[in-house]
């Protein structure tokens, strides 16, 4: 199921880019069963936006490229794209425009990620 060997983490990508396509806030994976897992969307305009957090951004790059394992670049533009932060491609590097500072996104020779700098944070 698309090219991954767990079919559990297929159903958790396949959620996460139903929530990124239909705009949904979030999503809720929950088991309904031995080996069952069902997922939610909320649909709720009353859910807030959320915003992205710079304080979580390294962790969410580094997550989401484990999830998604096949490019993480891709992961890091798609990020970026997703919350309407400017961002450009310096060599093996993405920097982005975040209030207060730029992110520095560093991949080695693979295409992996080898560091995320954060402007400091007051």
Known sequence: MCGFAETRRAA????????????????????A??????????EDAQVPRVRLDP???????????ALIGHSARRVVTGCFEHYTVPWRE????IRADLSGGTAEIDFDAAGRITSVRMPALH
Request: hydrophobic share 45%; aromatic share 8%; proline share 9%.
């Open 55 to 65: 304080v979580a951004l390294p962790r969410m790059l580094m997550t989401g490229a």
């Open 33 to 42: 069963g031995p080996t069952t897992r069902v997922y939610f969307l909320p």
């Open 12 to 31: 958790e990508v396949l959620a996460f880019a139903g929530m990124v396509v239909t705009g949904a806030p979030g999503y809720i994976g929950q088991s």
């Open 90 to 93: 310096e060599g093996r590097q």
